[in-house]
């Protein structure tokens, strides 16, 4: 037997004008946990700048856009994420156009 909708709502337990909206607790930059991709960035974007490796000047970008795309606090956050960006375009640039390394052949 199905009730009507009229004694539906009388029955109802819950009380819709008790319901609050959720409010996510604040935290301050402190406690946020540690961006390991921004740290990862700089990290391959140093190597990859002074030792003339590749992959790590790409890594560091592919970090860097990680970082960008998980940015809980803009402020504090971007310094580093855009240091880290300019350390692996410096190091793709001087990989694809910087001079080459001559290899020293033994006769």
């Known amino acids: 037997m199905k009730e009507k909708d009229g004694s539906a709502a009388a029955n109802d337990p819950r009380m819709p004008s008790a319901a ?12 946020l946990p540690i961006d390991y991709a921004g740290f990862l960035a700089v990290v391959f974007g140093v190597v990859g700048v ?4 590749k992959l790590c000047s790409w890594l560091a970008i592919i970090f860097c856009a990680q970082s960008l795309a998980n940015m809980r606090n803009f402020e504090a956050e971007f310094k580093q994420v ?26």
């Open 50 to 53: 002074i030792f003339h490796y």
């Open 82 to 107: 855009s240091m880290a960006f300019m350390f692996g375009l410096m190091g793709l640039i001087t990989n694809y156009f910087g001079p080459t390394r001559q290899v020293k052949s033994s006769r």
């Open 20 to 31: 609050k909206p959720y409010v996510s607790p604040t935290v301050s930059p402190q406690d």
